[in-house]
């Protein structure tokens, strides 16, 4: 069945953290989910490649091909296109502010709503520490987290063979270890107090796997999850109400990521 069947037309969609490129990339998911997009905006909002596997395991296929062929043609039938770089494929970042074919690249930008809200979008690398400061625990982290997501893929693999939905092992995790449940915290109020210094009213990121929608301070804080772990996106539709949304998700509710996100569409098969 084909995404449109039950996604409606949005206005915007907002998706990240794809890592094209990586064997861990759910490009094949990504990519049906685009292909059956009705949106007026498409945000890209970082880690759509994955550079830092060229030297080390980088893969492209089929899959990845039919993700770029995707966002081309959205853009090619109108819909406005916006990439803003993250971490993994910061290699972009000096042609923030110019336009590669159809699509506008971008540092950040402000995003606003049917109903008037303003969104700060970014990737949000630059507010977590790991990344900024690095040493052992990031090389222990990536050896961990990439032994985590190789079981993820396996497990998932055999779950749609049996035509059972996508499932996050690595977010279940996360939503159980004490100190990863902490780390998300403070990276997520640090984002929201950076939002509420530029007087918008809300947030809206990737960066770390983790799809959330919740208030902080009076501010919405939305982490649109990611295309590794998750399988998410974030979409408003035409009246402005914002939605993360799990397409390819085994049930009709919250990912295990997270208990904190409004409920999601209708599983797409």
């Known amino acids: 069945m084909m995404a449109e069947r039950n996604l409606p037309p949005q206005r915007a969609v907002f998706v990240s953290d794809l890592h094209l490129g990586s064997r861990d990339s759910q490009a094949g998911l990504l990519a049906r989910f685009l292909e059956g997009l009705r949106t007026e ?59 590669f074919g159809p699509i506008k690249i971008l540092r950040e930008c402000v995003h606003e709503t049917a109903d008037g809200r303003r969104f700060l979008v970014l990737h949000g690398d630059a507010f977590d520490g790991i990344v900024c400061y690095g ?54 109020r640090a984002v929201a107090a950076e939002a509420q210094s530029r007087g918008v009213d809300g947030v809206i990121c990737g960066h770390i796997h983790v799809p959330t929608m919740r208030e902080i301070n009076g501010l919405l804080y939305i982490n649109d999850g990611d295309w590794v772990e998750s399988c998410s996106a974030l979409v408003e539709d035409p009246n402005g109400q914002m939605q993360v949304i ?24």
Do not use: C, M
């Open 246 to 269: 799990f397409p390819f998700a085994a049930e009709t509710r919250a990912s295990p990521a997270s208990d904190r996100i409004a409920a999601p569409t209708k599983a797409i098969a």
């Open 135 to 188: 040493g052992w625990r990031t090389r222990l982290g990536e050896w961990a987290y990439a032994a985590l997501l190789a079981f993820n893929t396996q497990i998932n693999t055999l779950r749609l063979r049996k035509g059972h939905g996508y499932w996050s092992l690595a977010g279940a995790v996360k939503s159980k270890v004490a100190r990863a449940r902490a780390f998300i915290d403070r990276f997520e």
């Open 41 to 99: 905006k498409l945000y890209l909002v970082g880690d759509v490649f994955d550079f830092w596997k060229l030297n080390r395991g980088w893969r492209w296929g089929a899959a990845e091909s039919r993700v770029v062929r995707a966002v081309f043609d959205l853009a090619a039938r109108g819909v406005e296109v916006i990439y803003l770089p993250g971490n993994h494929d910061e290699a972009t970042l000096p042609l923030a502010g110019t336009q």
